[in-house]
């Protein structure tokens, strides 16, 4: 081994959450060394996550509307023909342009980018196995650990990301599954079964749960999402759990019963997708080294500074609390690196939007109708269908609507949840409404350029304290 580098701040982990920190800490003036083992930058979100998935839903949305609405728009259209390995390549090439774009933002920002597996050896000391060949080591003044999170296996199903997948294998299909059952109705399964549906498979989803959408998704939204996705061809099977799965021969064999139990079920498929959560990543960090543990969900434990209970040595994004998503972990990353400079960070866990990206797409922040009757808060409810906005109507895209909810006595406002065109744009307006703690009243009183969809957001807004105008 070379002789160790002295380091202000090693980090371990190049996803979203570890490469926002590297940048910010290059930006503050720290030496700094960020440590990736998959052989690019960006993590899960750039290399198989929230980016390739993307390029498939946008892509596949275009040749669905291709195939299926165009003629009323007075576009004819000859043969429409799906090209998979080129629409794959489009996504490999945006995946490719994103990740090369970090290394250059690292260049620019004296972030030492080291390629190799990182592994604790003492409180200040990480050693790399590097993926060239070879070993070093580091020593950090600083650590942060930003190693991510993986999918949850299901007992019993052996992943081949083939023919058993997780979303690794769901974002590189090499032909178009006849047949696919998705375990687990979330995010990744709605999102998956969308492509995948839109590109031809026959799509179940099966969801242990009453409702669709993963924790947080209002019960109203959730419910108009599900029955526009059941129009778009994707089978349903809610309050139904997976016991066991059999993909030795040819047909794929998914054994189901109802939630409560009752009667057992056999589903048949050529493809099944396990998509029933993540869990954290810390495997091979060492973590007994350092005596560092983790609670009984795999998560490192912090306190509010992200600080272990070793002080210099700091975790976040997706190995630690809150929700799996890159935004918060970006947010995490550059206030790890303030209380680390400054000894002040600060996240607003209370204004962290999440988007579905189906068609339409789902959109909240803050807390939903459920969360609020059970904190047994007062609250009023504003709604406004996209049926009835004219930008909506003149895009022929009127399913959805937006939903406000305020409080009763004071109109601050408590959540906001959207499904219909762009509402993974609109949620920006609602997040920082919440942050600079808006009423309903201060939205629906700020003028909207007519005619976008964000005019819609304005009226739900209108309904909550007053009336909307044009319902
Ligand atoms: P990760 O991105 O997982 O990065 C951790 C990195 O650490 C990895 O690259 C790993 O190789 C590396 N690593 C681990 N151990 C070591 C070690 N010992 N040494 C060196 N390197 C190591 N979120 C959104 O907000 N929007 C979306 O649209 C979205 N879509 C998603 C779609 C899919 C299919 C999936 C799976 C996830 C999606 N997410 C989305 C979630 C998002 O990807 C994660 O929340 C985000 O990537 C977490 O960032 P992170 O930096 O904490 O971890
Ligand atoms: P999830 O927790 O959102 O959803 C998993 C679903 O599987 C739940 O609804 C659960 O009830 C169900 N389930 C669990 N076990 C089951 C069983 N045996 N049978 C039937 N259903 C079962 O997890 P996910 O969809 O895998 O996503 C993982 C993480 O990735 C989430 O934290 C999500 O926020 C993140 N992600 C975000 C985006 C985005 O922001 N657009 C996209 C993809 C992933």
């Known amino acids: 081994a070379t002789p160790s580098e002295e380091k202000d701040l090693v980090i371990i982990g190049g996803g979203v959450a570890g490469y926002v920190a590297a940048i910010k800490a290059g930006q503050e003036g720290l030496k700094v060394a960020c440590i990736e083992k998959r052989g690019a930058l960006g993590g899960t979100c750039l290399n198989v996550?929230?980016?390739?998935?993307?390029?498939?839903?946008?892509?596949?949305?275009?040749?669905?509307?291709?195939?299926h609405d165009t003629k009323n728009r007075g576009i004819e259209v000859g043969e429409v023909k799906l090209n998979l390995k080129q629409m794959m390549k489009a996504k490999d090439t945006s995946v490719a342009g994103l990740t090369k774009g970090i290394e250059y933002l690292f260049k620019k920002n004296n972030v030492e980018y080291i390629k190799g597996a990182g592994r604790f050896e003492d409180e200040n000391t990480v050693?790399?196995?590097?993926?060239?060949?070879?070993?070093?080591?580091?020593?950090?003044?600083?650590?942060?650990?930003?190693?991510?999170?993986?999918?949850?296996?299901?007992?019993?199903?052996?992943?081949?990301?083939?023919?058993?997948?997780?979303?690794?294998?769901?974002?590189?299909?090499?032909?178009?599954?006849k047949r696919m059952v998705v375990i687990g109705g979330g995010i990744i399964g709605l999102e998956m079964a969308?492509?995948?549906?839109?590109?031809?498979?026959?799509?179940?989803?099966?969801?242990?749960?009453?409702?669709i959408g993963g924790p947080g998704m209002d019960s109203d939204i959730?419910?108009?999402?599900?029955?526009?996705?059941?129009?778009?061809?994707?089978?349903?099977?809610l309050n139904t759990k997976v016991n066991s799965g059999d993909a030795s021969g040819d047909n794929i064999k998914i054994e189901v019963e109802a939630a409560k139990g009752g009667k057992g079920q056999t589903l048949d498929c050529d493809v099944v997708l396990v998509a029933i959560g993540r869990r954290p990543y810390t495997k091979g960090l060492g973590l007994d080294k350092v005596g560092l543990e983790t609670d009984d969900k795999g998560r490192l434990v912090i306190d509010s500074e992200y600080r272990t209970?070793?002080?210099?040595?700091?975790?976040?994004?997706?190995?630690?609390?809150?929700p799996m998503l890159a935004h918060?972990?970006?947010?995490?990353?550059v206030a790890a690196i303030e209380f680390i400079t400054k000894n002040y960070g600060h996240v607003n866990y209370g204004a962290i939007p999440a988007v579905m990206y189906t068609h339409p797409e789902v959109a909240w922040v803050g807390q939903n109708e459920a969360e609020l009757k059970e904190a047994g808060v007062k609250y009023r409810v504003g709604t406004f269908p996209f049926s009835a906005n004219s930008r909506a109507k003149t895009n022929l895209d009127?399913?959805?609507?937006?939903?406000?909810?305020?409080?009763?006595?004071?109109?601050?406002i408590l959540g906001v949840h959207i499904i219909g065109?762009?509402?993974?744009?609109?949620?920006?307006?609602?997040?920082?409404?919440?942050?600079?703690?808006?009423?309903?009243?201060?939205?629906?009183?700020?003028?909207?350029?007519?005619?976008?969809?964000a005019e819609a957001f304005k009226e739900a807004a209108m309904a909550t304290y007053s009336k909307a105008i044009h319902v």
């Not at 744009?425 to 350029?449: F, K, N, P």
């Open 49 to 67: 996550g929230c980016i390739p998935s993307k390029s498939l839903l946008n892509n596949s949305q275009i040749y669905h509307q291709t195939l």
């Open 127 to 177: 050693a790399v196995e590097l993926n060239d060949g070879g070993e070093t080591t580091l020593r950090g003044k600083n650590i942060i650990i930003s190693t991510g999170s993986e999918a949850t296996p299901f007992p019993g199903l052996e992943i081949d990301e083939k023919r058993v997948i997780t979303s690794n294998g769901a974002i590189a299909l090499e032909e178009v599954p």
């Open 194 to 211: 969308s492509v995948w549906s839109r590109l031809g498979s026959e799509v179940t989803v099966v969801e242990f749960l009453s409702q």
């Open 222 to 237: 959730s419910k108009q999402s599900q029955k526009i996705l059941a129009k778009q061809g994707i089978k349903f099977m």
């Open 309 to 322: 209970k070793i002080p210099h040595i700091r975790a976040i994004g997706d190995c630690t609390f809150g």
């Open 328 to 333: 918060k972990g970006e947010e995490e990353g």
């Open 398 to 412: 009127t399913d959805g609507m937006v939903k406000f909810l305020a409080d009763a006595e004071t109109d601050r």
């Open 421 to 453: 065109p762009n509402a993974g744009e609109m949620i920006a307006e609602a997040t920082l409404a919440i942050e600079y703690g808006a009423s309903s009243e201060d939205i629906g009183r700020t003028s909207h350029a007519h005619p976008t969809l």
